[in-house]
């Protein structure tokens, strides 16, 4: 569920398309639905919550959390946070809190840049189910091309020029996710009418995936449907999961 909660920010494109100012301080609430035939149910929630401290950075933080009775299954409490540059939109440092059905993980990335080259070095804590102690372990990650994590990738997506992109246009970029890095293929489907609590409303759609450098698919096909109004706010993303899918919504 991990991954689906955080799928919002994964879509990604042009470096030179980056604006600020389409983007204000704000706290956007969404709700998390698991459907599996004829289940149909709220299984959690996330919060975005985004400041500017001052004109040259941003930070934003992430809270995922899973509803009461989906605990029982498997219990979600993740905090995500990040800062990254008000001009390029890439991370500075970035941290990723999870406390998942009993387990425990903390990874800190702090990048790095050399011309067209992003590094970070990423330092792992972890504490299983059953342990009484943490393990720490670092890695480090380089990647030559935009790179970003998965929390500042959200506002990324969000200044892009849609309207004037044609359907079919894909973008392949670097993200970086704990342990390893990730490609990130985006494809832009068009613009689509949207009906959400019985209101229709132009949008724009996108469909994503994650592959290994060896180009193998590390995770299904995601679609997601963002506002044509300034900010491009994401209103609905639909994920496949092995049983069912999980379809998440803007509480408008």
């Known amino acids: 569920m991990s991954r ?3 799928s919002f920010t994964l879509l990604l494109g042009s470096l030179l398309s980056v604006s600020a100012q389409s983007l ?3 706290t956007l609430d969404y709700k998390i639905n698991y459907k599996w035939g004829l289940i149909h149910k709220q299984a959690g929630t ?3 919550v985004l400041s500017r401290p001052n004109v040259s ?13 989906a ?6 409490r993740d905090t995500l946070t990040t800062t990254f540059s ?19 993980a903390h990874d800190i990335l702090k990048f790095s840049r050399s011309g067209n080259t992003s590094s970070a070095v990423c330092r792992r804590i972890r504490r299983g189910k059953k342990d009484t102690s943490n393990t720490e372990t670092s890695i480090s990650l380089s990647a030559t091309g935009p790179t970003v ?3 500042s990738s959200f506002y990324y997506i969000r200044t892009l020029p849609y309207s004037t992109l044609k359907p079919g246009y894909k973008q392949i970029v670097n993200i970086f996710s704990g342990k390893r890095k990730e490609l990130l293929a985006i494809t832009y489907l068009g613009k689509e009418d949207l009906k959400m609590d019985k209101i229709t409303q132009p949008v724009y ?3 994503f995936t994650f592959t290994s450098e060896g180009k193998k698919e590390t995770s299904r096909p995601i679609d997601a449907w963002l506002s044509t109004s300034p900010g491009h706010v994401p209103l609905k993303l639909v994920g496949e999961l092995k049983i069912g899918k999980v379809q998440c919504f803007l509480i408008q």
């Open 205 to 207: 759609h996108i469909r």
């Open 71 to 76: 605990d029982v299954f498997y219990k979600v």
């Open 4 to 6: 689906l909660l955080l």
């Open 46 to 48: 996330a919060r975005f």
């Open 57 to 69: 950075t941003f930070d934003a933080r992430l809270y995922a959390r899973t509803q009461p009775w």
């Open 149 to 151: 994590d998965l929390l």
């Open 86 to 104: 008000s001009s390029t939109f890439m991370p500075e440092v970035y941290h990723r809190i999870a406390h998942e059905d009993g387990s425990y």
């Open 24 to 26: 204000s301080p704000e």
